[in-house]
């Protein structure tokens, strides 16, 4: 038994960069934002503002295969940020 392999180096021949994380972390905090903005609104801005900003880096980089996930956390995060705007305005009114 060979105590040592040769050849594989563990890297799959793409370079890993953290731009690859921009979409999966786009809609994490897209559906985050989504999961709580009926019960805090803060937090729901704030992660949509996260989201959108993460899709928009993801979407910006030419290069990448995941501009599909980028594109989904962008629209995620920009409804679970505007959605609370939108509570606010309807219900106070003031009738």
Request: aromatic share 12%; hydrophobic share 50%; net charge negative.
């Amino acid at each position: 038994m060979a105590t040592g392999t040769t050849g594989d180096t563990g890297t799959s021949g793409t370079s890993e960069s953290p731009a690859t994380l921009y979409g999966p972390v786009s809609i994490g905090l897209g559906v985050i934002a989504l999961l709580v903005m009926y019960f805090y609104s803060i937090l729901a801005i704030l992660a949509g503002i996260l989201a959108v900003t993460f899709g928009l880096l993801g979407l910006a980089d030419k290069d990448r295969g995941n501009r599909t996930l980028c594109a989904i956390g962008f629209v995620l995060g920009a409804f679970g940020a505007l959605a609370p705007f939108t509570f606010l305005f309807l219900y106070s009114s003031g009738s």
